[in-house]
């Protein structure tokens, strides 16, 4: 049996590359909970648990997540056995409730790790991958319009990306309009436009902010109002014509049933770390595909383990009708990662090799770790 002989975290605070402007707070830097997990036979495997504004965007900070690990998660899975990962998701689940991401970092060390000893990459655990590229969306949030049209100029001449997410939400309806009419008009029919809410509006905002969209030509609208308000957000989607994307309001497959059954969004904005873990990611997929919504792989704006992770079971699904936006290493000042992931011709490109296929660049981890108290040889495990 290969047990499960150590768990360590480390939180890393990283710059953004300009200020990331959302409903509910603007992001400077980003805070990662990196997780290796140590086996028995001398293998390891690798985690990230990410969460977006500190506890501004949901429950989980960084210092939650490695406090459920450290104290709870980890204490529990010691000694267990590192191959059955099923067995290791029931344990975690029975001793933390909640706390999505924090299970997730973990669970994505145990699948990495697993895949590593099989030698195979972590989709073929998931069945194997369909694809080896997907499209990625970047988010424009900068808080200005003419900041953002440049941005956007510049991904569609390099060809990075011609799909776009708008941070909205922040101002009142009627601004956030006239802001995204402006980015619309600038580009035209080269790009998708998009916009995401993070919750902020109300009902009655979100009625008037749906039609705007609309007229604009907007192709979709994610979380317009509180994750809670599933009733409404169906009122939302049979309403109007423009799409709309369930995210805050997904918290694991039984959100995902509860949102399905009542057909209140047309797009599930699938996380792993929201989920719970791939798994739990996986079962979310599922639903939304017996229910015929439609799916995108969203993210936390994880670094490149949790993006990489990502990557390997999105690779797996096979209908992927918004894409994604698995481009959290690219909002960053620095990569943690060795091997750094491909983004070009507009699609983010799913690293190969074994497991999550990328490897921590050491001295990058060193380097961004918030406490620096420990040399370089104790994470390298030397
Ligand atoms: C969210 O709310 O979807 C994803 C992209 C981005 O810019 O923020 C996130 C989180
Ligand atoms: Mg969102």
């Given at each position: 049996?290969?047990?499960?002989?150590?768990?360590?975290?480390?939180?890393?605070?990283?710059?953004?590359?300009?200020?990331?402007?959302?409903?509910?707070?603007?992001?400077?830097?980003?805070?990662?909970?990196?997780?290796?997990?140590?086996?028995?036979?001398?293998?390891?495997?690798?985690?990230?648990?990410?969460?977006?504004?500190?506890?501004?965007?949901?429950?989980?900070?960084?210092?939650?997540?490695?406090?459920?690990?450290?104290?709870?998660?980890?204490?529990?899975?010691?000694?267990?056995?590192?191959?059955?990962?099923?067995?290791?998701?029931?344990?975690?689940?029975?001793?933390?409730?909640?706390?999505?991401?924090?299970?997730?970092a973990v669970e994505t060390a145990l699948w990495d790790g697993l895949a590593r000893r099989l030698d195979v990459p972590l989709s073929q655990l998931f069945g194997g991958a369909v694809r080896e590229a997907m499209p990625c969306a970047w988010t424009l949030a900068s808080g200005n319009s003419e900041t953002d049209i440049a941005e956007a100029l510049e991904m569609i001449e390099t060809r990075r990306h011609n799909i776009f997410k708008l941070k909205i939400g922040k101002r009142p309806v009627r601004a956030d309009i006239e802001h995204v009419g402006k980015i619309k008009q600038a580009l035209g029919d080269r790009a998708s436009i998009r916009v995401d809410v993070n919750q902020a509006w109300s009902i009655h905002d979100a009625r008037w902010g749906l039609k705007g969209l609309q007229e604009i030509g907007v192709d979709l609208v994610e979380q317009p109002i509180r994750a809670g308000l599933t009733t409404a957000l169906r009122g939302l989607t049979t309403g109007y014509e423009i799409a709309v994307m369930a995210d805050e309001a997904l918290q694991g497959p039984e959100d995902a049933m509860s949102v399905a059954a009542e057909r209140s969004a047309d797009v599930f904005a699938v996380k792993i770390a929201q989920s719970g873990g791939l798994k739990r990611g996986s079962e979310v997929v599922a639903i939304a595909q017996a229910a015929g919504i439609e799916l995108y792989a969203g993210t936390m704006l994880e670094a490149g383990i949790g993006t990489a992770a990502a990557l390997q079971l999105f690779a797996t699904v096979d209908q992927l009708a918004w894409g994604s936006e698995l481009f959290g290493p690219l909002l960053l000042t620095d990569q943690i990662q060795a091997e750094p992931i491909t983004y070009a011709d507009f699609s983010v490109h799913v690293p190969q090799g074994p497991g999550i296929a990328v490897t921590l660049d050491l001295d990058k981890v060193e380097f961004y770790r918030r406490d620096r108290n420990r040399s370089l040889h104790s994470i390298a495990g030397e």
């Open positions: 049996m290969t047990k499960i002989d150590q768990i360590e975290t480390w939180i890393l605070d990283i710059p953004t590359i300009r200020g990331h402007v959302l409903s509910m707070t603007t992001m400077r830097e980003q805070s990662v909970v990196l997780v290796r997990v140590r086996f028995s036979d001398g293998s390891i495997g690798l985690g990230e648990g990410t969460s977006i504004g500190g506890m501004s965007y949901g429950a989980e900070s960084a210092e939650s997540i490695k406090s459920a690990i450290d104290c709870y998660i980890g204490p529990a899975l010691i000694g267990h056995d590192g191959d059955n990962i099923n067995g290791a998701i029931a344990l975690a689940e029975k001793v933390v409730r909640g706390n999505p991401i924090a299970r997730c």
